[in-house]
């Protein structure tokens, strides 16, 4: 509540001796904004994003809130770069695989090459896991076309690397890791050839270009709408049925996103 009391300058400022004052307290209309953005509400966590905000602020030489926002209307470079620093991406592959098992089991029933998309799909893991158990089970890579989106570009370039840590691959089996992976010091790459199953994009469900990417057989949208308050969550749901070939279809929502 006192941040009008300090006082940070930039190196011209300091030499052409221009005092500027940070007002970093109208934090509300900045989780207003990012809200109607990206969907996610920081409405119980101001603090944390208070936190992060103010952070990202003083790294960009920016000096309030209100300036922020006034600068992200027309740089969309500096609106992603919020975008990423206020998202996590964190998650592993074959996460609550019984959902995949049930995914590998209905396309094994297709006889037409069937879409499927993953949204959010964060670092990659959910894609690439679903690609690796479709050719488990015996599905032809000529079968099945995966797509992966996520609102973090940073987390859509790691998706693409396909470069992972040993924690996110903690539910393969060893098997699966040698068939599919080479360990790089304390790193695992995934293979070429299953990084080329899947297209990955940078993209907001929430807005108009993500209609671009046509419909879906089957949608994964697991642990997105934890972010979201009620209201969202509903909308979110009925543009992620819109992307649906078949009505009847269900999507698959992570246990944690149910309301």
């Known amino acids: 509540m006192f941040d009008w009391l300090f006082q940070k300058k930039t190196p011209t ?3 052409n001796n221009i005092q500027v004052v940070e007002d970093f307290s109208n934090i509300q ?3 207003e904004y990012f809200k109607t ?3 996610v509400t920081f409405d119980k966590q101001l603090s944390i ?3 992060k905000a103010k952070t990202f602020c003083r790294s960009h030489n920016i000096f309030s809130y209100d300036m922020l926002l006034e600068k992200i209307q027309t740089d969309h470079e500096l609106r992603q770069d919020l975008i990423n620093r206020l998202t996590t991406n964190e998650t592993f592959f074959y996460r609550e695989f019984s959902q995949i098992e049930q995914l590998v089991s209905l396309v094994k029933q297709e006889r037409q090459k069937i879409r499927i998309l993953c949204a959010p799909s964060a670092t990659g893991e ?3 896991s679903i690609a690796i158990a479709l050719l488990e089970a015996g599905v032809s ?5 995966i797509v992966g989106i996520d609102i973090n570009s940073l987390a859509i370039k790691r998706a693409k690397e396909g470069l992972y840590r040993e924690r ?3 539910n393969l089996s060893y098997e699966l890791r040698t068939r599919y992976f080479d360990q790089q010091e304390d790193m695992y790459a995934l293979h070429q050839n299953i990084k080329n199953l899947v297209s990955f994009y940078v993209c907001n469900i929430f807005e108009a270009e993500f209609q671009n990417l046509g ?3 089957y949608i994964f949208s697991r642990n997105m709408l934890i972010y979201f308050d009620t209201p969202t969550k509903k909308r979110a749901i009925e543009i992620l049925e819109s992307m649906r070939k078949d009505p009847e279809k269900a999507i698959f929502f992570g246990h944690a996103d149910l309301f």
């Open 13 to 15: 400022q300091e030499q």
């Open 29 to 31: 209309s900045l989780a």
């Open 37 to 39: 953005l990206s969907g």
């Open 49 to 51: 994003l208070n936190s």
């Open 126 to 128: 959910e894609s690439y």
């Open 141 to 145: 890579s000529s079968d099945f076309e």
């Open 168 to 170: 996110n691959l903690k």
């Open 215 to 217: 419909k879906f057989d």
